[in-house]
């Protein structure tokens, strides 16, 4: 049977984030720490590796005062499909290593002293530090974790199965800093998961995306081509863009609000022409807002009927930074003079930045569908990007990068592209908005109807779920004045804007 071609429906599998170790996905064998006579310390140095006749590939990142390297070994895999187990060869999940920092700065941290602790998503974790393994300075933490083994069944023939065992999955290494390293530490967040949850509003029309303007947040539904936004607990309409064209994923999109440009409200809609971006001068308040004045930012981005992005926002920069899909041309994304396919960026009144890495207004490109847009509070740009028939990515965005499609989907071994922080099956994610905030990211995800959390500095690297299944299918969740977060269904009948509190 031919793989299938998805964008937004289906069931829900589990996750294979490249952020921890195992959860649905067995090595096979587990890799060893250091690969032995090694040209090269794998597990710090950036890049593309063939050590030993093994291929790794690692990624590193700032961490407090050292850095923090993801690495992966391609490898073959078992996993389950029905009632059956499969092998086939991927990149996965090898271990994280820290390099080198004083002993003092993990005084606080359970993986840079001996011991065991239970993680806040509910993994038992355990410690070894200055052993015959990890040398006199270092340490190395395992989690327990579901895997799959191979053992000799009755009839002599190898097979396979599900059993619980210590897995092996960071480095801490011991030493001086490396120079220019920041100068102080950087404090683990809390995780905070959402609760309670409030209906602020229902049967909407697929809410796509919402912004406040002071403490009023303002949102658009999809097919209806409306602004709205909810003054005393009713929902009411500010502007209707009869322009919009709503057609199967496309119609009235992002929204974003600028810092500075406080009077000025951004839009991404389709036509029938194309997807755009138009900005509209704010007035008034409550039922009393208007928007008017509307001028074209950026026009001409391909339209489809799947695949027409649509996520926009503000950088800590100021600058306009937009998010535009493949629209099913698969020739653009990689084509670097297009529109599709890519991560724009763009001053407040639409002319191209002078610091864009390419003469134009792209700022990243090799995208299928970035669905989601966010900062960290050291300035990291994130996205959340749906895949096509194997892999849903979060990526960690960097200037003039390349992230491989449709060359490539997910991780790969082509130093050309940058791979993803994490992936997932398409049924367990299809991520739509993304929110930093409180040392937390939060992602929505449509097809597996949930949130991921992942929790900055977080010594484990987890990634935690939370509102499985209950609302349904998320499309985005938003940071509200009041120290709550919003989140919009889509549901495709009877959608919601809903209210959480966060755990502290």
Same mark, same amino acid.
């Given at each position: 049977?031919?793989?299938?071609?998805?964008?937004?429906?289906?069931?829900?599998?589990?996750?294979r984030a490249l952020l921890f170790a195992v959860l649905a996905v067995a090595l096979l064998p587990l890799a060893q720490p250091l690969p032995a006579r090694a040209e090269v310390d794998v597990y710090t140095t950036p890049g593309t590796h063939n050590v030993n006749g093994r291929q790794w590939?690692?990624?590193?990142?700032?961490?407090?005062?050292?850095?923090?390297?993801?690495?992966?070994?391609?490898?073959?895999?078992?996993?389950?499909?029905?009632?059956?187990?499969?092998?086939?060869?991927?990149?996965?999940?090898?271990?994280?290593?820290?390099?080198?920092?004083?002993?003092?700065?993990?005084?606080?941290?359970?993986?840079?002293?001996?011991?065991s602790w239970t993680a806040s998503d509910g993994r038992s974790w355990r410690t070894e530090c200055d052993t015959a393994i990890t040398g006199g300075n270092g340490c190395r933490s395992y989690t327990r974790s579901r895997v799959v083994e191979s053992y000799l069944a009755p009839s002599g023939?190898?097979?396979?199965?599900?059993?619980?065992?210590?897995?092996?999955? &960071?480095?801490? %290494?011991?030493?001086?800093?490396?120079? *220019?390293?920041?100068?102080?530490? =950087?404090?683990?967040?809390? $995780? @905070?998961?959402?609760?309670?949850g409030t209906v602020l509003a229902d049967g909407l029309d697929n809410p796509w995306s919402l912004v406040f303007v002071g403490s009023q947040p303002l949102f658009t539904q999809r097919d209806r081509k409306t602004i709205s936004t909810i003054v005393g607990g009713r929902v009411s309409t500010v502007l209707t863009i009869s322009a919009v064209h709503a057609e199967a994923e496309g119609g009235l999109l992002g929204l974003a609000h600028s810092p500075t440009e406080r009077d000025k409200l951004f839009v991404y809609y389709t036509t029938t022409s194309d997807n755009r971006v138009v900005s509209?001068?704010?007035?008034?308040?409550?039922?009393?807002?208007?928007?008017?004045?509307?001028?074209?930012?950026?026009?001409?981005?391909?339209?489809a009927r799947?695949? &027409?992005?649509? %996520?926009?926002?503000?950088?800590?920069? *100021?600058?306009?930074?937009?998010? =535009?899909?493949?629209?099913? $041309? @698969?020739?653009?994304?990689?084509?670097?003079?297009?529109?599709?396919?890519k991560i724009l960026r763009v001053n407040a009144n639409g002319t191209r930045p002078s610091d864009n890495p390419f003469g134009n207004l792209v700022w990243s490109y090799g995208h299928r569908n970035v669905q989601g847009l966010a900062w960290g509070a050291d300035g990291t740009m994130w996205a959340s990007e749906l895949g096509q028939n194997d892999y849903d990515e979060l990526n960690r965005i960097t200037k003039g990068g390349n992230y491989g499609w449709p060359t490539v989907e997910g991780a790969s071994n082509r130093s050309e592209f940058i791979n993803p922080v994490a992936t997932w099956n398409p049924d367990e994610a299809s991520p739509s908005g993304l929110l930093w905030k409180d040392k937390n990211l939060y992602m929505a995800a449509l097809q597996g109807q949930r949130m991921w959390v992942m929790l900055d500095h977080d010594p484990a690297g987890t990634m935690t779920t939370t509102l499985r299944g209950s609302p349904g299918r998320l499309r985005d969740v938003v940071a509200a004045p009041d120290g709550s977060i919003w989140v919009l269904t889509s549901n495709n009948s009877n959608d919601e804007i809903i209210r959480y509190t966060l755990t502290s």
């Open positions: 049977m031919p793989k299938r071609k998805r964008s937004h429906g289906g069931n829900v599998k589990s996750v590939q690692t990624s590193c990142v700032p961490y407090s005062q050292t850095e923090r390297c993801t690495t992966r070994i391609w490898a073959t895999t078992v996993v389950q499909s029905g009632s059956r187990f499969v092998q086939r060869n991927a990149w996965v999940f090898n271990n994280l290593t820290y390099k080198p920092s004083p002993r003092s700065l993990w005084a606080n941290n359970p993986l840079g002293r001996p011991g023939n190898r097979a396979h199965r599900w059993t619980t065992k210590w897995v092996f999955n &960071n480095i801490v %290494r011991f030493g001086a800093l490396q120079p *220019g390293t920041p100068g102080s530490p =950087t404090t683990p967040g809390t $995780l @905070r998961l959402p609760t309670g509209y001068d704010i007035s008034g308040t409550g039922t009393a807002l208007r928007l008017t004045n509307p001028h074209v930012l950026v026009s001409g981005i391909p339209r799947a695949h &027409n992005g649509g %996520r926009i926002a503000f950088g800590p920069d *100021g600058k306009l930074y937009i998010a =535009t899909g493949d629209a099913n $041309l @698969r020739d653009q994304p990689q084509d670097r003079s297009r529109l599709a396919g």
